[in-house]
């Protein structure tokens, strides 16, 4: 977990690999300051830290709850995967493993593809009595993912309030570095 601060100071000091990725060197990080938070500060930031962490990996567990679900109403739906030979896991990197940041339809979408479950989702989503429960299911499943995004977002928040605070900043400084930094954090 970095605040925007010190996420701003990496992005702009670190060497870019791939677009995506960043180099680190031990001399370009030794210039960033880093401001000794007071006691009561540090505790406050430590238990904040611990609930994103907790809720982030609460969310990792639904999420992927969700997801061995459909794979296994799919597989029940067939009997047996091996009797398919179109029936997919879902890959890693699939957007179906963050549903919850999918709309119903993109998520169907998604689902049909290789990296997911393939043409079988499709056939099992074919039946109105599958497509509607499984529906419902997503849409209480993306409801409780969407909380718990809620309760990270407003810990982060609070931590970089103290984190705005040991460095001083003006809420103009603030501001600037919101808008640099917007977007920056993955759900």
Same mark, same amino acid.
């Given at each position: 977990m970095l605040s925007p601060i010190i996420w701003f100071c990496l992005t702009?000091? !670190?060497q870019c690999i791939l677009g995506y990725s960043f180099r680190f060197k031990k001399q370009w990080t030794e210039p960033i300051p880093i401001v000794e938070p007071l006691n009561t500060d540090k505790g406050k930031l !430590?238990?904040?830290a611990k609930l994103c962490q907790d809720m982030a990996f609460e969310r990792l567990k639904v999420r992927k709850q969700f997801v061995d679900f459909v794979g296994s109403e799919i597989r029940q739906f067939y009997k047996s995967a091996s009797t398919?030979?179109?029936f997919n896991e879902v890959s890693?990197?699939?957007?179906?493993?963050k549903f919850d940041t999918l709309t119903w339809d993109e998520f169907c979408s998604r689902a049909q593809t290789g990296a997911a479950y393939?043409?079988?989702f499709k056939e099992y989503t074919g039946s109105l009595k599958n497509k509607s429960a499984l529906k419902q299911y997503f849409e209480d499943t993306k409801a409780s993912c969407a909380n718990l995004s809620a309760q990270i977002h407003k !810990?982060?928040?609070e931590i970089n309030s103290i984190v705005y605070k040991l460095?001083?900043?003006t809420p103009d400084e603030i501001t600037l570095l919101k808008d640099l930094t917007q977007g920056i954090y993955e759900d």
């Open positions: 702009k000091l !670190a !430590a238990s904040l398919n030979p179109d890693p990197g699939s957007d179906v493993n393939g043409r079988p !810990a982060e928040d460095y001083d900043l």
